[in-house]
């Protein structure tokens, strides 16, 4: 009996088949507690190179914010769209761009694609590749055409017009047994058209100082920080507190909405990049004039087994009540942290009386 053998094209097709669609309304819930997006402008995330832009500029795909629809505004190339869109007609295979992570590395946990918008102009199809390139000349070199060091991290996937879409993704393990990390990735569109924001959902991974006793922003997305509780984020998400620099306004901080009952408080977990010895927290409140907190406090715990929960038996209080001011950055060290001397912590609380908006919650400290 003839055996056929698969071509190696049939065989990545047949194991890309296995990751994972999500529904628009599950990305939150499969993302938003153990990733960050690795491509997210504040991260300093930054657009190297791209096919074409005709339309739409390529750089709406990282915006943080949800797109916007103005009908019947036109531009000087027509229709005003906020996303990435090339012109018609493309002669080659695929538009392209080439973006570098907002961190050091990142492994790929998910992707998504929101075609918001573009309904008789959307892409039909897309494909994500990915490369890990270090160096001075790094980006120079893979913002070329000529680049041949990408490998496919999603294979090609059906879009639909103004949707959500998003798609799990395996990862490739490398010599270690840990999925393969990226420092830049190739989003293809076949042949062309438009597309209004690209998340890169994964982890960090960060390089740590050699000096174990160097102090290092431990909660910070850059380093592995993730924000992956919370108990509401009416306003504006919990990852915004672990951005770098101070924002631009209220829009990109954690805002929770107007409480009503009595002794209320809002919080937020936070998993530290590496067990840490924390010795200073830094709450700000910047553009947050008229609804800062109250008060605020901080616990933290050692619990490297599993993500603990708000109720847990094991936090321990290393900030007592602070009375916050308004759009401000809030500066606590060791002589005001408790009990922190010589102790390894994972995970830190942010408690907000009653409720409010804070811009960035950072945690410093040494690796434990």
């Given at each position: 009996m003839?055996?056929?053998?698969?071509?190696?094209e049939?065989?990545?097709?047949?194991?890309?088949?296995?990751?994972?669609?999500?529904?628009?309304?599950?990305?939150?819930?499969?993302?938003?507690?153990?990733?960050?997006?690795?491509v997210?402008a504040?991260?300093?995330?930054?657009?190297?190179?791209?096919?074409?832009?005709?339309?739409?500029s390529?750089?709406?795909?990282?915006?943080?914010?949800?797109?916007?629809?103005?009908?019947?505004?036109?531009v000087?190339?027509?229709?005003?769209?906020?996303?990435?869109?090339?012109?018609?007609?493309?002669?080659?295979?695929?538009?392209w761009?080439?973006?570098?992570?907002?961190?050091?590395s990142?492994?790929?946990?998910?992707?998504?694609?929101?075609?918001?918008?573009?309904?008789?102009?959307?892409?039909?199809?897309?494909?994500?590749?990915?490369?890990?390139?270090?160096?001075?000349?790094?980006?120079?070199?893979?913002?070329?055409?000529?680049?041949?060091?990408?490998?496919?991290?999603?294979?090609?996937?059906?879009?639909?017009?103004?949707?959500?879409?998003?798609w799990?993704?395996?990862?490739?393990?490398?010599?270690?047994?840990?999925?393969?990390?990226?420092?830049h990735?190739?989003?293809c569109?076949?042949?062309?058209?438009?597309?209004?924001?690209?998340r890169?959902?994964?982890?960090?991974?960060?390089?740590?100082?050699?000096?174990?006793?160097?102090?290092?922003?431990?909660?910070?997305?850059?380093?592995?920080?993730?924000?992956?509780?919370?108990?509401?984020?009416?306003?504006?998400?919990k990852?915004?507190?672990?951005?770098?620099?101070?924002?631009?306004?209220?829009?990109?901080?954690?805002?929770?909405?107007?409480?009503?009952?009595?002794?209320?408080?809002?919080?937020?977990?936070?998993?530290?990049?590496?067990?840490?010895?924390?010795?200073k927290?830094?709450?700000?409140?910047a553009?947050?004039?008229?609804?800062?907190?109250?008060?605020?406090?901080?616990?933290?715990?050692?619990?490297?087994?599993?993500?603990?929960?708000?109720?847990?038996?094991?936090?321990?209080?290393?900030?007592?009540?602070?009375?916050?001011?308004?759009?401000?950055?809030?500066?606590?060290?060791?002589?005001?942290l408790?009990?922190?001397?010589?102790?390894?912590?994972?995970?830190?609380?942010?408690?907000?009386?009653?409720?409010?908006?804070?811009?960035?919650?950072?945690?410093?400290?040494?690796?434990?």
């Amino acid at each position: 009996m003839d055996v056929q053998a698969l071509s190696p094209e049939v065989i990545q097709d047949v194991l890309h088949r296995s990751n994972d669609s999500i529904a628009p309304e599950l990305i939150a819930e499969t993302f938003s507690s153990n990733c960050i997006d690795l491509v997210s402008a504040p991260l300093n995330s930054r657009i190297l190179a791209f096919s074409d832009e005709f339309f739409a500029s390529a750089s709406n795909l990282i915006n943080p914010r949800s797109p916007i629809h103005k009908p019947g505004v036109f531009v000087h190339s027509g229709a005003w769209y906020d996303g990435w869109e090339t012109r018609r007609h493309n002669s080659a295979p695929f538009d392209w761009v080439i973006i570098r992570l907002g961190v050091t590395s990142g492994r790929v946990k998910g992707v998504e694609i929101d075609t918001a918008f573009f309904t008789g102009n959307h892409a039909p199809e897309i494909r994500l590749d990915g490369c890990f390139e270090t160096g001075e000349d790094a980006d120079d070199k893979v913002a070329k055409e000529t680049f041949r060091g990408w490998e496919e991290v999603l294979g090609r996937r059906e879009c639909g017009p103004s949707r959500r879409q998003a798609w799990t993704v395996a990862g490739t393990i490398d010599a270690n047994g840990q999925a393969r990390a990226y420092t830049h990735v190739r989003l293809c569109m076949f042949p062309d058209g438009g597309i209004s924001r690209f998340r890169l959902y994964g982890q960090a991974v960060p390089v740590w100082p050699e000096d174990s006793e160097e102090v290092v922003e431990m909660s910070a997305a850059v380093m592995g920080g993730v924000a992956v509780k919370c108990s509401d984020q009416h306003y504006g998400g919990k990852e915004n507190l672990l951005l770098p620099g101070r924002g631009v306004d209220m829009g990109d901080g954690w805002e929770t909405k107007r409480s009503r009952g009595s002794d209320h408080v809002d919080w937020v977990i936070v998993r530290l990049g590496a067990r840490a010895k924390i010795t200073k927290i830094v709450i700000d409140t910047a553009h947050f004039r008229g609804n800062f907190p109250q008060g605020v406090r901080v616990d933290a715990i050692d619990a490297e087994s599993q993500e603990p929960d708000v109720g847990d038996g094991g936090w321990e209080e290393i900030l007592d009540v602070q009375k916050p001011g308004p759009d401000r950055e809030h500066e606590y060290g060791g002589d005001v942290l408790k009990g922190v001397e010589g102790k390894g912590y994972t995970h830190a609380k942010l408690t907000i009386l009653p409720d409010g908006g804070v811009k960035r919650f950072r945690v410093f400290g040494t690796r434990a």
